[in-house]
Nanobody, 126 residues
Framework: QVQLVESGGGSVQSGGSLRLSCAASGYTWSSSCMAWFRQAPEKEREAVASIDNYGRTAYADSVEGRFAVSLDHAKNTLYLQMNSLKPEDTAMYYC????????????????????WGQGTQVTVSS
């Protein structure tokens, strides 16, 4: 089991930036894919970005070009750099990890992620 702890959330005005971090511990070697998901009030959880152990990434259309996901293997930490934030980015952001094929990682197969963090809140005001 991998333990995940997110940090870096907060409140920012539209157009601003935030960087989220997700510290991983435990059996981190067992995870081939890490990702960020988000959930806004009264909406379903949706994928934001994913990255595999070789650095291959995928993004949701809604954040492509504004967000960047990265993974520091030495620190066992996942990051999400969020730029040009919009009010519709307001949500609880969750870090997830799991062992899966590349196709599942790049297509955010939710059920393949066995470890989840508690989330960090991001609020963007207009």
């Amino acid at each position: 089991q991998v333990q995940l702890v997110e940090s870096g959330g907060g409140s920012v005005q539209s157009g601003g930036s935030l960087r989220l971090s997700c510290a991983a511990s435990g059996y981190t070697w067992s995870s081939s894919c890490m990702a960020w998901f988000r959930q806004a009030p009264e909406k379903e959880r949706e994928a934001v970005a994913s990255i595999d152990n070789y650095g291959r990434t995928a993004y949701a259309d809604s954040v492509e070009g504004r967000f960047a996901v990265s993974l520091d293997h030495a620190k066992n930490t996942l990051y999400l750099q969020m730029n040009s934030l919009k009010p519709e980015d307001t949500a609880m952001y969750y870090c997830a990890a799991g062992a899966m094929a590349l196709y599942s990682c790049m297509n955010f197969h939710h059920g393949r992620f066995g470890s989840w963090g508690q989330g960090t809140q991001v609020t963007v005001s207009s």
